[in-house]
C-alpha cells in the first residue's frame, strides 16, 4: 500500500536552529499538509498546499515556518529559528484530488528543540 | 470553538467485548473522520463519513453519524489486543482543508 514517508524520524536541535522536516507525499496525490502533535496535547493543522502554493494556513504557522515542493516528489516544512515550544511530532499528509478520501499521514517526525 | 471532542477520554475492555466511542461537533461539517494512533506512531485513517450519510461499515468498524446532534460513534467489534491504541476522530469543514481533531480516546484491550 503507498505511503507517506517522512525524514528524519528524530530530529535534535539547538534553539534558534534552523530546521528542514521533509516528507515524500503519495505520488498521484495532490494536497500535501504538515500537521503537528505536542506530547499530550490535540493533532493540530498547521498549512495545507496545493497547485505549488498554500491554501490554507493556521495561526501557528507563523513567519518562521515556510513550506515548500523543491522538486515532483518532496514536501518540506522549515522552521527558520527553533523555540522550544516547537518540540513536538510533525505529521505530513496527502489526499487525492477527489474529495470523500481520508488523509494519508506519515509516521511523523519527533522534532526535540533544546 | 472547539470541534471533535471524543468520549471516553480512557476504555479498558476485555478482549472479545465490543468498544464504542463518541465524538461530538460543534459546527456544520463536510465529512467525519476516524483516526488510530499506536503509541508514538503515525495516524492510520480508519473511515469516513459524509455528512449526508448515516451510518458506515469497514471490517469490524461502524461508524454512525448524527449531523442533528452533531456526534459520531465509532464501534469496533470483536476487541482483539491488536486494537490497543487511541483513536480520534476529525471533523473536516465545508470550504477548507483543515482537519480539526479531538483529544481521542486511548483504548485499552485486556487480553
Known amino acids: 500500500e503507498p505511503e507517506v514517508t517522512q525524514t528524519p524520524s528524530h530530529q535534535v536541535t539547538q534553539m534558534g536552529q534552523e530546521v528542514i522536516l521533509r516528507c515524500v507525499p503519495i505520488?498521484?496525490?495532490?494536497?500535501f499538509y504538515w500537521y503537528r502533535q505536542i506530547l499530550g496535547q490535540k493533532v493540530e493543522f498547521l498549512v495545507s498546499f496545493y497547485n505549488n502554493e498554500i491554501s490554507e494556513k493556521s495561526e501557528i504557522f507563523d513567519d518562521q515556518f515556510s513550506v515548500e515542493r523543491p522538486d515532483g516528489s518532496n514536501f518540506t516544512l522549515k522552521i527558520r529559528s527553533t523555540k522550544l515550544e516547537d518540540s513536538a511530532m510533525y505529521f505530513c499528509?496527502?489526499?487525492?484530488?477527489?474529495?470523500?478520501?481520508?488523509?494519508?499521514f506519515g509516521s511523523g517526525t519527533r522534532l526535540t528543540v533544546v | 470553538s472547539q470541534q471533535g471532542e471524543e468520549d471516553p477520554q480512557a476504555l479498558s475492555i476485555q478482549e472479545g467485548e465490543n468498544a464504542t466511542m463518541n465524538c461530538s461537533y460543534k459546527t456544520s461539517i463536510n465529512n467525519l473522520q476516524w483516526y488510530r494512533q499506536n503509541s508514538g506512531r503515525g495516524l492510520v485513517h480508519l473511515i469516513l463519513i459524509r455528512s449526508n450519510e448515516r451510518e458506515k461499515h469497514s471490517g469490524r468498524l461502524r461508524v454512525t453519524l448524527d449531523t442533528s446532534k452533531k456526534s459520531s460513534s465509532l464501534l469496533i467489534t470483536a476487541s482483539r489486543a491488536a486494537d490497543t491504541a487511541s483513536y480520534f476522530c476529525?471533523?473536516?469543514?465545508?470550504?477548507?482543508?483543515?482537519?480539526?481533531f479531538g483529544t481521542g480516546t486511548r483504548l485499552t484491550i485486556i487480553p
Open positions: 499528509a496527502s489526499r487525492p484530488a477527489q474529495g470523500g478520501y481520508g488523509y494519508t
Open positions: 476529525a471533523v473536516l469543514n465545508f470550504g477548507n482543508e483543515k482537519l480539526t
Open positions: 505520488s498521484n496525490h495532490l494536497y
